[in-house]
């Protein structure tokens, strides 16, 4: 006699084998991207996903100073994707301290470091615990097009996961 209800199959920490995957960045949105890499970070694509075990797998951004906002083009002389949803987004944090509230621009950001911008978008996707910090740890963002992760033998991202190009 079978058993009616199917049995859920838990993994263990040892039986996680994990990938390692590059996506080119290149004209993406970043937040439709970032969710996608947020999922692969997680292990939520695997069957095998269990959310108190850390199943994702590893994620290499190239060309990450590439990727764009969405909202109507304008004219930057470094930047060919900047927009007008761009100039208006601000990153804010607070130091703890009184009248410690600090903010930065996107353009600005995007000056200084621009992985960063897509590490937010993916950070603020991720659990807000110290195994989401670990998984934060996974992602590998590089501005131009190579990275030191050759040994590895990275896969391209599944296509299924990519976001969509508009």
Do not use: C
């Amino acid at each position: 006699m079978t058993d009616p209800m199917p049995k859920t199959t838990l993994i263990k920490p040892a039986e996680i084998n994990p990938e390692w995957y590059v996506v080119d960045a290149t004209g993406l949105t970043v937040g439709r991207l970032a969710t996608q890499i947020a999922t692969v970070l997680m292990g939520k694509h695997k069957p095998t996903y269990t959310p108190s075990v850390d199943t994702g797998d590893f994620v290499i951004v190239v060309n990450a100073e590439q990727i764009r906002f969405s909202g109507s083009k304008m004219a930057h002389p470094k930047n060919d994707n900047f927009s007008i949803k761009m100039s208006k987004k601000f990153y804010r944090w607070h130091t703890q301290w009184p009248g410690g509230l600090r903010e930065i621009s996107a353009i600005n950001l995007w000056e200084k470091n621009p992985e960063e911008i897509l590490r937010k978008a993916v950070q603020r996707m991720m659990p807000k615990s110290a195994m989401g910090k670990r998984m934060l740890d996974k992602l590998k963002l590089y501005a131009g097009t190579s990275h030191p992760h050759q040994a590895q033998q990275p896969q391209p991202f599944p296509p299924h996961l990519l976001p969509a190009q508009s």
